[in-house]
């Protein structure tokens, strides 16, 4: 059993399920009948090679796209069928990071994190600055509040979006590759905080990267998706001594496989001597 | 979207393309509308956005209209004095001003300076998965974000145009008055007695249109743009030159509705 795995308490009820779901864009099938599950109060872990649709299937989870056919529930509610007001109270009680973090530049850091408690809650201002000071005092930037975004490094405006994606209490924390473009420290940093979150407040966390290494250290549950399917899930440990081509080239980091190095093209001596395109 | 819709959507003739920006444009309109009276709840960001389409345009507008009201005041005088009426200077920049000018090249102003900065924060929202964080939140980024930034520039809009006018005048008056030697009294009083409330309105009418439009059509190409720089600018662009031409457009059928009225 991997040492990230939860107690038989801790793991509960799946919260996310995607069943035989097909998604596709500009006529290129991005999802060919995925399965997936996430249970509650567990850090799963959506790896792939770029383009394979991670940030899609979180968009599909988080009902920003429809699946053409196949299931996506949340909670055992299909997230199609959701009116926008069902839609908009799911999303109350997820948090997301994204990619860049997102965060509104025309408000300061405090602002950012309070943006939700001022747009869902009447609460009063000395109770808002008690919430927003101790989400950000829990991600290490109580001192940063008055900073605008353009003056955060990389990794301080995620750990701000991570304040503001946790400062409504959400029971789903949804990170969108976290670790892109951060220094080590950071990547560290951010690691250890998604950890925090989900051993602290008991958040049913989704992570999405290819950062193999990170995963590792803090996921209990991995899907390795390629050509529009989980090509292999399991723990991490289970992953990587996996024999599966897609598996062992994406956790060797190897860069010709069944993910080919070079792009479909014609013959290189034909096309070298052949006419300019 | 289909690759097969994408594609016959590029073969599209250039009128089909245009009813069909219509018809969006219709759409997002109604669904602005429908926000309005929900963003008044926040009054502070109706606030802020008056101040940035407004006050941060009253430069451009003041220098503007002060030039214009001083060429004014040079050609209706070289004119009104070929048949001895040069005391009829005021009239003719004051209704000149208040019922075309004014609200016109306010509004042509409004689209270059505000309507731009409109379109352009908006996509770059969008194209930094602002508003996309906004919908995560459970947050509607078209009451947030555009509801607000629409009212502002709708409210902002025949206030510069109020300004554009008075300062024009007073430029008018400035070239007629203190170089041309028109007897203030005449220029005033005459303003005074051929102006009347019709007028007034007229401009007010055309300018709170004008405003809705510019509006309109810069927070939809700024919602409705590519989330990529190249998008982003393009659609810059279709703002100042869509609200332009609407301008005019607008402004010929105003006058004529106001002409068959009055």
């Known amino acids: ?277 | 979207m289909s690759a097969r819709s994408e594609g016959a959507r590029a073969r599209d003739s250039l009128p089909v393309v245009w009813i069909r920006r219509v018809g969006a444009m219709s759409l997002f309109f109604a669904q602005v509308m429908a926000r309005l009276i929900p963003a008044f709840g926040k009054p502070g960001l109706i606030v802020r956005q008056i101040y940035n389409a407004g006050a941060r345009s009253l430069v451009i507008v003041m220098l503007s209209g002060l030039f214009v009201g001083m060429v004014l005041g040079l050609l209706g005088f070289d004119t009104l004095q070929r048949f001895g009426s040069e005391d009829s200077l005021g009239v003719l920049a004051a209704l000149g001003m208040l019922k075309v000018l004014g609200p016109v090249l306010t509004a042509l102003l409004f689209a270059g300076r505000a309507g731009t900065s409109l379109t352009s924060e908006i996509g770059l929202m969008k194209s930094t998965e602002q508003l996309t964080a906004m919908q995560m939140m459970a947050v509607d980024p078209l009451r947030h974000v555009v509801a607000p930034r629409f009212l502002g520039g709708v409210i902002a809009m025949p206030l510069l145009a109020a300004t554009f006018s008075v300062i024009g005048l007073f430029g008018a008056q400035l070239i007629g008055v203190q170089q041309m030697g028109v007897d203030v009294g005449a220029f005033w009083s005459q303003t005074q007695e051929a102006v009347d409330l019709r007028d007034v309105t007229e401009g007010i009418v055309k300018s709170l249109v004008f405003g809705v439009a510019c509006s309109l059509i810069a927070v939809y190409e700024g919602y409705q743009s590519e989330p990529t720089p190249e998008g982003v600018g393009l659609a810059t662009t279709r703002t100042v030159v869509t609200s332009s031409v609407m301008v005019l457009l607008l402004n010929y059928l105003l006058t004529a509705a106001f002409l068959v009225k009055n």
């Open chain 1, 1 to 277: 059993m991997n040492s990230n795995q939860p107690t038989d308490s801790q793991a509960g009820d799946a919260v996310i399920e995607v069943r035989d779901a097909h998604y596709s864009v500009g006529g290129r099938k991005i999802f060919d009948g995925l399965n997936i599950t996430a249970r509650r109060g567990r850090i799963t872990a959506f790896m792939g090679p770029s383009g394979t649709g991670k940030t899609t299937l979180l968009r599909l989870i988080t009902g920003q796209v429809v699946a053409e056919s196949g299931s996506v529930k949340v909670w055992g509610d299909e997230v199609s069928r959701m009116s926008s007001q069902e839609l908009f109270a799911l999303r109350r009680r997820m948090g997301m990071l994204f990619q860049n973090g997102a965060l509104l530049t025309d408000e300061d850091v405090y602002e950012n994190v309070a943006f939700p408690l001022r747009a869902h809650t009447r609460l009063p201002e000395s109770l808002v600055r008690q919430l927003v000071l101790t989400k950000l005092h829990a991600v290490g930037l109580r001192g940063a509040a008055r900073l605008t975004p353009a003056e955060l490094s990389g990794g301080m405006a995620r750990r701000v979006a991570l304040a503001r994606a946790i400062v409504m209490d959400p029971d789903i924390l949804i990170y969108d590759e976290p670790f892109v473009g951060l220094d080590p420290i950071s990547m560290g940093v951010i690691c250890r905080l998604i950890k925090q979150m989900n051993e602290a407040l008991g958040i049913t966390s989704i992570v999405v990267s290819h950062d193999v290494q990170e995963l590792s250290s803090i996921a209990h549950d991995s899907f390795l998706l390629s050509g529009g399917k989980v090509v292999a899930s399991g723990t991490p440990e289970e992953l990587s001594r996996s024999a599966l081509p897609e598996v062992k080239q994406f956790m060797g980091g190897l860069d010709d496989g069944p993910v080919p190095f070079h792009y479909p093209a014609p013959d290189y001596a034909a096309d070298l001597l052949g006419e300019s395109p």
